[in-house]
């Protein structure tokens, strides 16, 4: 049985991904700050374990020796009322980059064989996101970089610290970006929504 660990796996984007893998008879174990606000623990993992990843403590404890996959969708993310304003910008910046040096590290310390690491759409310059009918979200044009926001800089900051763990450290690493998430089982209203996803 495949090994699953989602980190974030209370959020929007991580209960869905758990309840499909658990599905698909993978072992899945979530870690979150908080509980799934809309489905029971036991439909979406076999283990859930409520902690604070900014902590390194609770990293070692959440990453098992040999998983066959980290999902790391943690991050301190609230929504653009959260992330938009500049208000929060030292502590999106300071706890999302906490979490994602503590994960690549034990990654590499636990022999993990996958990792999938969570970015945003927020890395793009904001110029090119400008005209809402022609946003220019092509890779190539990440570089130069000026992403919107200070959640952006952190999301580009952490995709090359997994790339360079990649490289110097033989982890398996794949990326995406996304944009603008959103559906069933999804929370809309407010600000910070006490969330650790993206």
């Known amino acids: 049985m495949k090994r699953v660990i989602i980190l974030g796996g209370s959020g929007f984007i991580g209960g869905h991904l758990a309840k499909r893998l658990k599905e698909e008879n993978c072992h899945v174990r979530i870690a979150d700050i908080k509980d799934h606000e809309f489905w029971d623990h036991q439909e979406i993992c076999h283990e859930f374990i409520k902690c604070d990843l900014t902590d390194a403590r609770a990293v070692d404890l959440v990453i098992t020796e040999g998983a066959d996959e980290v999902y790391q969708l943690a991050a301190d993310m609230g929504g653009a009322g959260y992330i938009f304003t500049g208000d929060n910008d030292a502590n999106v910046m ?105």
């Open 94 to 198: 300071h706890n999302s980059a906490l979490i994602n040096l503590h994960v690549a590290k034990e990654c590499v310390v636990k022999k993990v064989k996958k990792i999938f690491y969570s970015s945003s759409a927020c890395i793009y310059p904001e110029f090119n996101q400008l005209d809402p009918d022609k946003p220019n979200c092509a890779e190539s044009s990440a570089y130069p970089a000026q992403p919107d926001s200070e959640y952006g800089w952190e999301k580009l900051f952490s995709e090359r610290m997994f790339l360079a763990f990649s490289r110097n450290y033989n982890l398996n690493v794949r990326i995406a970006r996304f944009h603008n998430i959103f559906g069933a089982r999804g929370i809309w209203q407010g600000g910070k929504k006490r969330l650790r996803l993206l």
